[in-house]
T-cell receptor
Framework: GNSVTQMEGPVTLSEEAFLTINCTYT??????LFWYVQYPGEGLQLLLK?????DKGSNKGFEATYRKETTSFHLEKGSVQVSDSAVYFC????????????FGKGTTLSVSS | GAVVSQHPSWVICKSGTSVKIECRSL??????MFWYRQFPKQSLMLMAT?????????EQGVEKDKFLINHASLTLSTLTVTSAHPEDSSFYIC????????????FGPGTRLTVT
């Protein structure tokens, strides 16, 4: 079945450091891929998405490229801020009507000044 | 973008009572809604898929008689936790799929349930 594997955290960085959170997936067909962010005590917010191979999703300085050859969708940001501290979830959608997103286990990012 | 609301945002109830959580899609029609449960510092666990006008489909291990789901209209799904116990305390999150954009899934802000 479909699945998502994320690097385990926590990830601890200093402000302005480079961030990479790895995400790989297993799926049949052509899924859509997502990154969601959850700030403390809040629900999930869509950070970025990509719906086909080689698409790059980007938002708020974060980027991720849909790599079908390596089945990956790694999240990157060139210079993190303290306000980026949150839990990041990689997710996959099979694009079939009525099916739920499949989430990775989440990666906690902590940025210090 | 599309908005999904949940009510209440937090609730405290006594053991043995029932609690209803509402999930609404505010500006789109959702033929399918999903209910997730999230334990502290863990990922989201899909509990059930709710289809408008039909019975919900529950994931393995989820008690359908304890977690009653009703999807009465294209904009409203409810989750009722019956005879709640302290182990039911959790963060419950709903999401809705916009039928016009099949892969888009929008999340509610979550409901924090504490059973004392």
């Amino acid at each position: 079945g479909n699945s998502v594997t994320q690097m385990e955290g926590p990830v601890t960085l200093s402000e302005e450091a480079f961030l990479t959170i790895n995400c790989t997936y297993t799926a049949t067909g052509y899924p859509s891929l997502f990154w969601y962010v959850q700030y403390p005590g809040e629900g999930l917010q869509l950070l970025l998405k990509a719906t086909k191979a080689d698409d790059k999703g980007s938002n708020k300085g974060f980027e991720a490229t849909y790599r079908k050859e390596t089945t990956s969708f790694h999240l990157e940001k060139g210079s993190v801020q303290v306000s980026d501290s949150a839990v990041y979830f990689c997710a996959l959608s099979s694009n079939q009507a009525g099916t739920a997103l499949i989430f990775g286990k989440g990666t906690t990012l902590s940025v210090s000044s | 973008g599309a908005v999904v609301s949940q009510h209440p945002s937090w609730v405290i109830c006594k053991s043995g009572t029932s609690v209803k959580i509402e999930c609404r899609s505010l500006d789109f029609q959702a033929t399918t809604m999903f209910w997730y449960r999230q334990f502290p510092k863990q990922s989201l666990m899909l509990m059930a898929t709710s289809n408008e006008g039909s019975k919900a489909t529950y994931e393995q291990g989820v008690e359908k008689d304890k977690f009653l789901i009703n999807h009465a209209s294209l904009t409203l799904s409810t989750l009722t936790v019956t005879s709640a116990h302290p182990e039911d305390s959790s963060f419950y999150i709903c999401s809705a799929r916009d039928w016009a954009a099949s892969y888009e899934q929008y999340f509610g802000p979550g409901t924090r349930l504490t059973v004392t």
